[in-house]
T-cell receptor, first 111, second 114 residues
Framework: SQKIEQNSEALNIQEGKTATLTCNYT??????LQWYRQDPGRGPVFLLL?????KEKRKERLKVTFDTTLKQSLFHITASQPADSATYLC??????????FGKGTKLSVKP | ETGVTQTPRHLVMGMTNKKSLKCEQH?????MYWYKQSAKKPLELMFV???????ENNSVPSRFSPECPNSSHLFLHLHTLQPEDSALYLC?????????????FGSGTQLSVL
């Protein structure tokens, strides 16, 4: 069956450093991959989408890579700030439109 | 705000109660979704409506009953729930179903079943 793993439940880093979150998948060939941010008591908010034929996408301090050979996406936040503290979800999408979500990684950025 | 509004934000109900969750989107989208989010579990898709027709029902127990009276409104009717149904219920919308569009989520209803 399809499986998505986000490398850790929690990640703690120091302000100013680069946060790197990992999303691995098996038994699936996604057409695209999305990343969402979720704050406590709120719904997820869309951040970035990357397609299978794209290697990298950037938006301000965010960068996403997609390696279909390794079946992995990396999500980077450069110059991290305490306001970046949240849970980050990856989601895989196929041709049928349904998204399959990972459990998320809770990022804490300490001042 | 995302343009998707859910009410109520919190709900506590007994196992014999009947209640309804409401979702309204102001984005002109054609697809609406119900997701369940339990602690330490990924989001689980429950129902999808496209142009007011149900297109997906992921083996959800019949004690959950969706209703989509028009493309802007979505309801989830609840009856005789179990304690394991306690979770955050999220509504989402997208311009179309069966595409790679991003989802716009509401803030969710935190449901506790006693």
């Amino acid at each position: 069956s399809q499986k998505i793993e986000q490398n850790s439940e929690a990640l703690n880093i120091q302000e100013g450093k680069t946060a790197t979150l990992t999303c691995n998948y098996t038994n699936y060939s996604p057409a695209y991959l999305q990343w969402y941010r979720q704050d406590p008591g709120r719904g997820p908010v869309f951040l970035l989408l990357i397609r299978e034929n794209e290697k990298e996408k950037r938006k301000e301090r965010l960068k996403v890579t997609f390696d279909t050979t390794l079946k992995q996406s990396l999500f980077h936040i450069t110059a991290s700030q305490p306001a970046d503290s949240a849970t980050y979800l990856c989601a895989l999408g196929g041709s049928q439109g349904n998204l399959i979500f990972g459990k998320g990684t809770k990022l804490s950025v300490k001042p | 705000e995302t343009g998707v509004t859910q009410t109520p934000r919190h709900l506590v109900m007994g196992m014999t109660n009947k209640k309804s969750l409401k979702c309204e989107q102001h984005l002109g989208h054609n697809a609406m979704y119900w997701y369940k989010q339990s602690a330490k579990k990924p989001l689980e898709l429950m129902f999808v409506y496209s142009l007011e027709e149900r297109v997906e029902n992921n083996s959800v127990p019949s004690r959950f009953s969706p209703e989509c009276p028009n493309s802007s409104h979505l309801f989830l009717h609840l009856h005789t729930l179990q304690p394991e149904d306690s979770a955050l219920y999220l509504c989402a919308s997208s311009p179309f179903f069966d595409s790679n569009e991003k989802l716009f989520f509401g803030s969710g209803t935190q449901l506790s079943v006693l």
